[in-house]
């Protein structure tokens, strides 16, 4: 991995952030949706950081995020790490956002791919269980995920798109989320191929149909501030 800037270099924390919304639906008393683009540019009150047990940020999403979250997160890491030796699979450390649009970051670790023998996908959703819990505690409004692929381990992305998915249905079925702060969960996708397997799976998850999903929601969408 790279040296971390000491700088914000050219992100520009002022700059219009785009998203590009491909998905969005109800369940219970959230609102989930799907957009393509940079999981840094996200403005809701949590971004989730895909990471590994010692947060040093293996993966090229995770460097990105934390890079244009600049040199102070990075040390909060560090004194985690310090003080805990190392961020358990499905665990949560939190660290402000530093020059990031979000309120905090939210680090959590996905499984080692074993071959989806050692219950990968049951670990994965775990870990967003353990985020949208963390959300509430702190009275979030709004989270967002890239998918959890643990870089550079890279969990096959449609156990992790399904493993996520059915993590925030089942989140959002419970009775307590029409009470709680949490209205939106985002997820991230970095690429055309990533969003549309997302959308595809939501779309399945959340019995819809897929095709008029499609059609319906390529309208980009400009985050305002952050909520």
Request: hydrophobic share 35%; charged share 20%.
């Amino acid at each position: 991995m790279g040296t971390m800037c000491s700088t914000n270099g050219d992100y520009n924390t002022n700059e219009r952030r785009h998203l590009f919304e491909k998905f969005s639906q109800r369940s219970g008393g959230l609102t989930v949706r799907i957009f393509e683009g940079k999981l840094k540019d996200s403005r809701t009150t949590v971004i989730v950081n895909d990471a590994n047990p010692k947060l040093t940020n293996q993966g090229q999403l995770s460097f990105d995020l934390m890079n244009a979250a600049g040199l102070n997160v990075q040390r909060e890491c560090n004194q985690y790490i310090s003080q805990n030796q190392a961020l358990g699979v499905s665990e949560v450390a939190i660290t402000d956002s530093g020059a990031l649009g979000c309120s905090k970051i939210f680090h959590t670790v996905g499984p080692q791919w074993m071959g989806g023998d050692r219950k990968e996908e049951a670990k994965i959703e775990e870990a967003v269980i353990a985020c949208l819990e963390a959300a509430t505690k702190i009275s979030a409004k709004s989270i967002a995920f890239p998918p959890l692929i643990r870089e550079p381990y890279n969990i096959p992305l449609f156990y992790v798109s399904r493993s996520m998915l059915n993590a925030i249905l089942n989140y959002s079925r419970r009775s307590s989320t029409s009470k709680s702060s949490l209205k939106e969960i985002h997820l991230i996708a970095s690429s055309s191929t990533v969003s549309k397997l997302l959308v595809h799976d939501a779309s399945e998850i959340f019995g819809l149909n897929v095709s008029e999903n499609y059609s319906t929601s390529t309208s980009e969408t400009i985050i305002g501030p952050k909520a």
